[in-house]
């Protein structure tokens, strides 16, 4: 299975220690360079620097030749991950951004955002949900309210 990701489901499955969850559901993940420059980045918290500079090897990192006028209202990660994903024909995108899953999707790329990674991993039985949401709410991650109480009541015991 060909799986890539955007920064922000990695960055936040990092902070919330449930990072192996990828390679456990997907085997390998591919990084566009824009991705790895963003979890490198100063602003990215400790725990990023420290898993990126050891990164496992079901992490790829891949170059990405695309043209500069590739959807250009989005952020660089995120357009080098549609184009990768479009490039490498990937079997799913990890992303959150709403304006990048929307280009996803029109180029007919099946996407899994943070929750949605989370909800697979629960549904196999891999990850308690309810804890690890609880774990998101410590972080920036946002996303509507209903959409996660939802998820939670279906997880909870």
Not at 2 to 24: A, H, K
Request: charged fraction near 25%.
């Amino acid at each position: 299975m060909t799986v890539v990701s955007d920064t922000s489901p990695l960055n936040y499955l990092i902070l919330i220690n449930c990072e192996g969850l990828l390679s456990v559901l997907f085997r390998k993940i591919a990084l566009p360079a824009a991705v790895l420059t963003e979890l490198q980045s100063e602003g990215a918290p400790k725990e990023i620097h420290d898993w990126i500079t050891h990164k496992p090897d079901w992490i790829g990192v891949h170059h990405v030749d695309m043209p500069e006028t590739y959807l250009p209202e989005l952020g660089l990660g995120e357009r080098q991950a549609i184009y990768l994903s479009r490039s490498v024909g990937a079997d799913a995108l990890l992303m959150d951004d709403a304006k990048g899953r929307v280009a996803a999707e029109r180029a007919k790329l099946r996407v899994f955002g943070t929750l949605g990674i989370l909800d697979a991993a629960a549904l196999r039985d891999l990850v308690d949900l309810p804890a690890a949401v609880e774990k998101l709410k410590q972080t920036t991650f946002r996303a509507r309210p209903n959409l996660v109480d939802s998820l939670v009541k279906r997880h909870s015991s």
